[in-house]
Structures are given as structure tokens and as C-alpha cells.
């Protein structure tokens, strides 16, 4: 995190607040079945999420408590992010939800869109 200076939380408070972002990507995607819209498949560990798509491809949503960072691992790579005033987001700058939308739209073949939920 060259350009980007992350926000201190204390452990509760990370806690806290990646728990309730893995809890609303289950939730949206719960959603998502109820509607027909999309299988996915979920499983969570603790404090990893992995997303099962229809062609077998898995993105996996990984919280790093030792350095307050969410990882995320996608076809297209690895993405790092920290909690940045507000917001998580990654060296580049792109925000968690936005860039989680953008790879499970690619991998799933269709538009899909996540959303940060207020804490």
C-alpha cells in the first residue's frame, strides 16, 4: 500500500467490519438464488468465503486479521485491500465491492453487482 495510508482499526472493529461484508456478499447471493438469477455456491471458514459459479471457476474472499487486510483471489488474480477512510480499497485505488462485482461478472458471464452495506 504505497499511495494509500490505511485507517488503524482495533481487532473488534475489523473484525466487525469484514465480517459484516463477507455476511452481505452471502446474503446478495442468497438473494441471487431465491431470484433464479444466479447459482452460486457459498462455503464459509471463519473468515474465508469461497464463491462456486456455474463453470466451475471460484473466486475466494479471505480476511488477513495480522494485517487488517481483505484478500481477494479471482481468475484474473490476487487483490489486497485495506480499510482506507470508509472504504476498501486496493493499491490502485479500486473499491472492494466494485472490483468483486466486476470479477464475478467475468467469471459468471453476466452482469453482477455487490453492494458495501452500512455498518
Known amino acids: 500500500m504505497s499511495a494509500l495510508t490505511a485507517t488503524p ?9 469484514t465480517d459484516a461484508i463477507l455476511q452481505g456478499i452471502e446474503s446478495r447471493i442468497d438473494a441471487w438464488l431465491d431470484g433464479d438469477v444466479i447459482d452460486i455456491d457459498t462455503h464459509r471458514t471463519g473468515g474465508l468465503l469461497e464463491l462456486s459459479f456455474p463453470n466451475r471457476s471460484k473466486i475466494i474472499i479471505n480476511t488477513q486479521p ?11 488474480g490476487g487483490f489486497h485491500f485495506r480499510y482506507v477512510d470508509g472504504r476498501w480499497l486496493e493499491r490502485g485505488g479500486r473499491e472492494f465491492h466494485a472490483l468483486l462485482s466486476e470479477e464475478a461478472s467475468a467469471q459468471a458471464g ?3 453487482r455487490f453492494e458495501a452495506v452500512q455498518a
Open 9 to 17: 482499526l482495533d481487532d473488534a472493529d475489523y473484525h466487525a467490519r
Open 110 to 112: 453476466q452482469t453482477l
Open 66 to 76: 495480522p494485517l487488517q487486510e481483505l484478500w481477494v483471489a479471482a481468475k484474473a
